[in-house]
């Protein structure tokens, strides 16, 4: 069965950081673009990240820029977010998204709370 | 960044309708954009890329058109299981948006 699986959410005070890493299994990773896609409670999708399947583009929202770092290791089928200087505002459930025609596997979300 | 605007935000139709959704890019988008369905709790579900292709499994009655700045998805005879809210998606630049959702009520 095609899978991501989104790990290493939880409740980190304002500053902090937090690693978010998604597991992928029944497909090759290594032929893929990934995406990270957040959805703050109650709003709309939000996408955060993008990495090829080299890591040789990688894009971020503004809204994220300079504080998050996006990174991939094929031989261990990983996608990771290295998330820094943690606002209020970053709270939101996390999604790893696999890019082929349109975003077409999502993971169940990791859950990011960002609050003193 | 490219904004994506879509109407209605909220819509309610009964078992057998056919809907409409708008989405309108900014600026011209090509044919780079996404439908996804989202339910309650859960993550997305991609229904149609590139305008108009139909993603493996999802039902014959959603449909999608458009092109440059202004696109639609429908749905004919819409089902009780076709409640949730629905998203577009540009992929036109690398910055993606999508836009803020149009959440179908079932009646």
């Known amino acids: 069965e095609v899978q991501l699986v989104e790990s290493g959410g939880g409740l980190v005070q304002p500053g902090g950081s937090l690693r978010l890493s998604c597991a992928a299994s029944?497909?090759?990773?290594?032929?893929?673009?990934l995406n990270w896609v957040r959805q703050s409670p109650g709003k709309g999708l939000e996408w955060v990240s993008y990495?090829?399947?080299?890591?040789?583009?990688?894009y971020y929202a503004d809204t994220v820029k300079g504080r998050f770092t996006v990174s991939r290791d094929n031989a261990k089928n990983g996608l990771y977010l290295q998330m820094n200087s943690l606002r209020v505002e970053d709270t939101a459930v996390y999604y790893c998204?696999?890019?082929?025609?349109?975003?077409?596997?999502w993971g169940q979300g990791t859950t990011v709370t960002v609050a003193s | 960044d490219i904004q994506m605007t879509q109407s209605p935000s909220t819509l309610s139709a009964s078992a057998g309708d056919r809907v409409t959704i708008t989405c309108r890019a900014s600026?011209?988008?090509?044919?780079?954009l996404a439908w996804y369905q989202q339910k309650e709790g859960k993550a997305p579900k991609l229904l149609i890329y590139?305008?108009?292709t139909l993603e493996s499994g999802v039902p014959s009655r959603f449909s999608g058109s458009g092109s440059g700045t202004e696109f639609t998805l429908t749905i004919i005879n819409v089902q009780p299981d076709d409640f949730g809210t629905y998203y577009c998606?540009?992929?036109?630049?690398?910055?993606?948006?999508f836009g803020q959702g149009t959440k179908l009520e079932i009646k």
């Open positions: 590139e305008a108009s």
């Open positions: 029944g497909f090759t990773l290594s032929h893929y673009a």
């Open positions: 990495i090829n399947w080299s890591s040789s583009a990688i």
């Open positions: 998606q540009q992929s036109y630049t690398y910055l993606y948006t």
């Open positions: 600026q011209s988008i090509n044919r780079w």
């Open positions: 998204v696999r890019e082929d025609y349109g975003m077409d596997v």
